[in-house]
């Protein structure tokens, strides 16, 4: 959803957006400052960019910069194991979005993460809004499996029951909607390839074998 919603975005403005993704090998190798200096040239290239996007004439484009495992590279300073590096990592990742904030560019900062209490406090002070994403309900389940499945043949009492089996126990939480679309549905299709079609017992084999996602904390 983070890399998606700019096409939403771009049609209610009427204006292009980019998307920018900052990953985890921003960290770097470890080499001191080196983390600092990543970010920093991060932020300076979204500031450049956010500055060519608006000016007199008013904004002519939107960037957005998406931070996946956002904890792994905004965790808290708090922490007692944190390394002096990654501490001024969070410090230059701090300024990077107050320098965008100062200048009022048209640029939007995404953190992903499935542990929201371990990020930085000062960075949740800065966010304009928090959206958390919970486990699909029975009824959404069923809607992505219908879809997910659409042209296989799948019979709807079969979609019923892989409802049911991937639904929470006592002891296991239930799918996540990757759980569903990324391993579910593909590990199915797998099974099948190349000699025939995706059998419903496929699915309900898989639906009993394969084990969701752990729970962290809420997923945001």
Not at 84 to 110: C, K, M, N, Q, S
Not at 127 to 155: K, N, Y
Not at 159 to 166: F, G, R, S
Not at 181 to 202: C, G, H, K, N, Y
Request: proline share 5%; glycine share 10%.
């Amino acid at each position: 959803m983070a890399e998606s919603f700019g096409c939403d975005l771009a049609d209610w403005l009427g204006l292009p957006v980019y998307l920018y993704r900052l990953k985890l090998a921003t960290r770097g190798s470890g080499l001191v400052g080196e983390m600092t200096s990543l970010i920093g040239d991060a932020f300076t290239h979204m500031h450049m960019v956010g500055k060519r996007a608006s000016g007199s004439g008013g904004t002519r484009s939107v960037q957005i910069l998406v931070v996946d495992e956002a904890d792994a590279l905004v965790q808290s300073r708090q922490a007692q194991q944190m390394h002096h590096e990654d501490r001024a990592g969070v410090d230059a990742f701090l300024a990077g979005i107050d320098g965008l904030a100062g200048a009022a560019l048209p640029v939007v900062i995404v953190l992903c993460t499935n542990r929201i209490g371990a990020l930085d406090p000062a960075v949740m002070r800065r966010a304009a809004a928090t959206f958390t994403f919970t486990r699909p309900s029975d009824e959404q389940r069923h809607a992505v499996l219908t879809r997910a499945l659409d042209g296989l043949g799948i019979r709807p009492e079969t979609i019923h029951k892989v409802v049911k089996l991937t639904g929470p126990t006592e002891g296991r939480p239930g799918y996540t909607f990757s759980d569903l679309t990324q391993r579910l549905v593909p590990a199915a299709i797998f099974r099948a390839f190349p000699d025939r079609s995706v059998m419903d017992e496929d699915l309900l084999v898989l639906a009993e074998e394969l084990e969701p996602t752990p729970v962290f904390t809420e997923e945001r």
